[in-house]
Each structure stands twice: as structure tokens, then as C-alpha cells.
């Protein structure tokens, strides 16, 4: 029975692969390619699952890509204070948990990336609105139907798999790919061997 279950997890999964927007999944390299180059700063954020994500995606950037090399990436993910985090929460809202701290740093330009897997969290669609409204370039990693996020960020990219776990599976492994893509792409000695481990 566990067998069984493990292997109609992994077939699921598969299948998840098989529906992620290649078009949309590019425009999303290039982007972090490009603010790379333009030394813009990059903005994550995500909530339980999502927010892990978002960690794990600023360690890679920041060390995994830019270790070892003069010019390098400049990610914030904005649910890793967590005195700011319950500061807001409390005394405002946690609604407002990443948008205020988006008005502090902030800059036309930049990007920001809001992860949900059902494309609904209030305080990621909160911080989407206002960096569009302060000319930011926004992406959302989605899931489900997309939500709300799918229409509200400039570059949607969307996986259309009714699963969070897989969801999740899928937006790790596109910063993974981001990563070992932007090194392969780097001219350091990472280029050349396999991407650093976080």
C-alpha cells in the first residue's frame, strides 16, 4: 500500500512536469538574468510552504549563483524577519506583512516574485499591487486555478496541478533550474561543475 502510494506520487509528479508553461518558465530565467546583470534587487515572498521556498530560492542566489564572483545577486526574501514579520502582524496586519516591508526598499526596476500555490494568499497579492503600482516587475508562481495572483503579476507562471505538494515540488525545482542555469551561464568556476549545494 505504501508502495503504491509512493509510486502514484511520483507518477503525479511526472505528470506536473509535463504541464509546466515552458514559455512562461523562460521569460522567468531571462527576468533573473537580467536583474542580475542590471544589478536590480529581487524580492521573494510566500507563506508556509511557499515562504520555505522563497528562503531556500534567496540562499541559492545570493551564495549558490554569486559565491566566488564579483558581481553578484541581490535577493531579500521578505519572510525571514521574523521580528518584522510579527511586528506588522501584530500591530497592523498580517495582511500588510510584506508590503510594508517593500516600502522600505523598493525601487522601480526591481523585481518581485510572489509564491502561492493557490495564487490567493491576501498578503502576496497585497505586496503585488503595490509593486506594480511602483513600477516593479512582478511574477507569480502559482498553482490550482492560478488565483487571484495569476491575473495581478506581470509574468504569471502557472502550473495547473490541483496538488499543493506537487505545486510546491515544481516551484523549488524551478529555482533549482534558475540556479544551475545562471551558473552555466556565469563565467566562474561553477560554470564547469555541479551547482554548489545550500
Known amino acids: 500500500m505504501i508502495r503504491q502510494q509512493f509510486l502514484?506520487?511520483?507518477?503525479?509528479?511526472k505528470?506536473?512536469?509535463?504541464?509546466?508553461?515552458?514559455?512562461?518558465?523562460?521569460?522567468?530565467?531571462?527576468?533573473?538574468?537580467t536583474a542580475y546583470l542590471e544589478g536590480r534587487q529581487v524580492f521573494l515572498m510566500g507563506n508556509g510552504g511557499s515562504g520555505s521556498s522563497?528562503?531556500?530560492?534567496?540562499?541559492?542566489?545570493?551564495?549558490?549563483?554569486?559565491?566566488?564572483?564579483?558581481?553578484?545577486?541581490?535577493?531579500?526574501?521578505?519572510?525571514?524577519?521574523?521580528?518584522?514579520?510579527?511586528?506588522y502582524a501584530n500591530d497592523v496586519s498580517?495582511?500588510?506583512?510584506?508590503?510594508?516591508?517593500?516600502?522600505?526598499?523598493?525601487?522601480?526596476?526591481?523585481?518581485v516574485i510572489g509564491i502561492s500555490g493557490s495564487g490567493n494568499s491576501p498578503n502576496v497579492l497585497k505586496a503585488i499591487?503595490?509593486?506594480?503600482?511602483q513600477g516593479a516587475i512582478t511574477v507569480g508562481l502559482t498553482g490550482f486555478s492560478g488565483g487571484k495572483l495569476s491575473g495581478l503579476a506581470q509574468l504569471p507562471v502557472h502550473v495547473p496541478v490541483n496538488d499543493m505538494q506537487k505545486v510546491e515540488d515544481i516551484h523549488m525545482m524551478l529555482f533549482h533550474v534558475a540556479m544551475?542555469?545562471?551558473?552555466?551561464?556565469?563565467?566562474?568556476?561553477?560554470?564547469v561543475q555541479p551547482a554548489p549545494a545550500c
Open 180 to 191: 544551475q542555469v545562471l551558473c552555466a551561464r556565469m563565467d566562474a568556476p561553477a560554470k
Open 129 to 133: 499591487d503595490y509593486a506594480n503600482q
Open 8 to 13: 502514484d506520487y511520483c507518477q503525479g509528479l
Open 94 to 111: 498580517y495582511n500588510d506583512v510584506f508590503v510594508e516591508q517593500l516600502k522600505n526598499f523598493l525601487h522601480p526596476g526591481d523585481v
Open 15 to 33: 505528470n506536473a512536469l509535463d504541464a509546466i508553461p515552458t514559455d512562461a518558465a523562460e521569460k522567468f530565467l531571462q527576468l533573473l538574468e
Open 54 to 87: 522563497a528562503s531556500h530560492a534567496a540562499g541559492d542566489l545570493n551564495k549558490g549563483v554569486s559565491y566566488g564572483r564579483e558581481k553578484r545577486f541581490r535577493v531579500i526574501s521578505l519572510n525571514d524577519n521574523l521580528a518584522t514579520l510579527t511586528a
